[in-house]
Nanobody, 118 residues
């Protein structure tokens, strides 16, 4: 069983930056893609960015050019650098360890709140 723990959320003004981290307690050979999802109040959980074990990345159109996903495989850790934040980036950010980016299977963290105020 793998546990995922997110950190780094908070309250920030529009235009500001935050860096999220997700640490996995162990590895599971069947699950190697790590992703960040966001869930805004009243909305479904949506894919923000994902990264494979081979460091191939994928971004939602809404965050391209502003967010950067990365991972340190030796530390079982994934990061999301969020710059030029907008109020619409507000939500709970969840870390996922799955079989492929965007499949929403596998393991989930408990989420970390990001609030962007104008």
């Amino acid at each position: 069983q793998v546990q995922l723990v997110e950190s780094g959320g908070g309250l920030v003004q529009a235009g500001g930056s935050l860096r999220l981290s997700c640490v996995a307690s162990a590895r599971d050979s069947g699950y190697t893609a790590m992703s960040w999802y966001r869930q805004a109040p009243g909305d479904q959980r949506q894919l923000v960015a994902g990264i494979t074990a081979g460091l191939t990345t994928h971004y939602a159109d809404s965050v391209k050019g502003r967010f950067t996903i990365s991972r340190d495989n030796a530390k079982n850790t994934m990061y999301l650098q969020m710059n030029a934040l907008k109020p619409e980036d507000t939500g709970v950010y969840y870390c996922n360890l799955g079989t492929r980016i965007g499949t929403s299977n596998g393991y989930w963290g408990q989420g970390t709140q990001v609030t962007v105020v104008s």
